[in-house]
């Protein structure tokens, strides 16, 4: 995440009047300018945690597949298995390359029997629609596939007191379980209501047409006094994003997943499913085998060299991506750090590290190396936070 003084050829979402008049720090983020912070990176996390936090996450990539073949397709692409979703549900999966290595972590919603919804990440958004065709020629697929990235808006409501200010808008909204959704009429425009995140809190993610995105963060605002001592909910940039997804121990990708990293050693088998057979009288290779699925398995069978674990540190120094670990008083490396943070909910330094299987149990003990210094650090279970 980097700064930019020249922002003619980075992106707006459709917020980004909202973010300057609210005196947003603003970023280049994977070629969009989006708020880092509007004031306190450490007050905004704890906001969240106390309260709630709305998040601009426009610039996430959406795409929307319909047609016959469009679950087929999906199941073909995604380690989770998309047959059998309800309408309304949705699955947590991975897009994996040949290799398993990981191109994309996704979000699928399933609209109806031949319609679906996909959530991804920005980076990865135009990685993934090449791919998509590429997939979709060479099966012969039919299906119709748009992003519909630019032509709609997203945003993110996370906390503890978030669904209560979601019964204004709806009676419905606070009862979607997890992984749910609903489409709901707002005034001239229908918003996609989830029971998502990224933060560890409970919350929504909401996704409508660009065009409503002022309207409705204006419907959104105008009950919440945002000059109170203890406001329901203020804007939150990627900063403290950031920090809350590292506490609740979720894998960013091109941190804890990429294109070299695999799930299985990220802890991710959740989101795989080995066997995607309709028919429990089809074999594998009848029903199909997603992409990955050979290299998974292998991995899951025999094993992997590292793990993605926790990590207490000693002292108040951050670790950061990429600095090694090791272990026997710093003799030998045995892995390396992929997040760090000093975490404002729990007031010492944590970090996410894959780290060699004979290293990786709770409660090793292990060095990391932060340049100058080397700090001591502890194998813990994740998350780091659980909310209440």
């Known amino acids: 995440m980097t700064t930019t003084t020249d922002t003619t050829t980075l ?43 709305l998040f601009d996450v426009s ?11 469009a679950r087929a397709f999906l199941d073909r692409v995604c380690t989770r298995q998309i047959w059998g979703m309800s309408d309304g549900q949705i699955r947590y999966s991975m897009v994996c390359n040949h290799e398993g290595g990981v191109k994309d ?5 399933r609209i109806g029997e031949t319609e679906y919804l996909m959530v991804c990440n920005a980076a990865n958004r135009m990685k993934l629609i090449e791919h998509f065709n590429e997939v979709k020629d060479e099966a012969g697929f039919v299906f119709k596939f748009e ?24 009676s419905e909204v606070p009862t979607l379980k997890r992984y749910r959704f609903t489409i709901k009429n707002l005034i001239i425009a229908k918003v996609m209501i989830s029971r998502t995140g990224y933060t560890g809190e409970d919350g929504v993610e909401i996704i409508l047409p660009a065009k409503f995105a002022a309207k409705a963060i204006d419907m959104m605002l105008k009950n919440v006094d945002m000059d109170a001592e ?45 066997d995607k057979s309709e028919d429990p009288e089809k074999s594998p290779e009848e029903v199909g085998r997603f992409i990955g699925q050979d290299a998974l398995q292998k991995f899951k069978s025999e094993g992997t060299p590292r793990k993605l674990v926790g990590l207490n540190l000693e002292g108040r120094r951050s670790a950061r991506q ?4 090791y272990s026997g008083g710093g ?36 060095q990391i190396d932060l340049g100058r210094a080397k700090a001591d650090a502890e194998v813990i279970a994740l998350p780091f936070y659980k909310a209440p």
């Open 147 to 170: 992003d519909e990235t630019e032509a709609t808006a997203m945003i993110a409501i996370q906390g503890p007191k978030v669904m209560e200010l979601m019964s204004n808008f709806s």
């Open 105 to 109: 972590d996704v979000l699928v919603y």
């Open 11 to 53: 992106k707006h979402t459709p917020f980004h009047d909202f973010h300057n008049a609210n005196g947003a720090k603003l970023v280049d983020y994977t070629g969009w300018e989006m708020p880092l912070h509007y004031g306190s990176i450490i007050d905004e996390h704890h906001q969240v945690r106390k309260a709630g936090g």
């Open 322 to 325: 990429g600095m090694k670990i």
């Open 230 to 274: 203890e406001p329901t909910i203020k804007p939150i940039g990627l900063g403290a994003r950031d920090s809350l997804r590292l506490e609740s121990g979720m894998a960013l990708y091109g941190h804890e997943i990429d294109e070299h990293l695999d799930p299985v050693s990220a802890g991710l088998d959740f989101a795989i499913k080995y």
């Open 331 to 366: 003799e030998s490396e045995v892995g390396f750090v992929t997040s760090g943070v000093n975490s404002p909910t729990l007031g010492k330094c944590i970090a996410m590290a894959y780290v060699d299987t004979g290293h990786c149990e709770t409660g090793s003990k292990l």
């Open 59 to 69: 610039h996430m990539g959406r795409f929307r597949f319909k047609g016959k073949d």
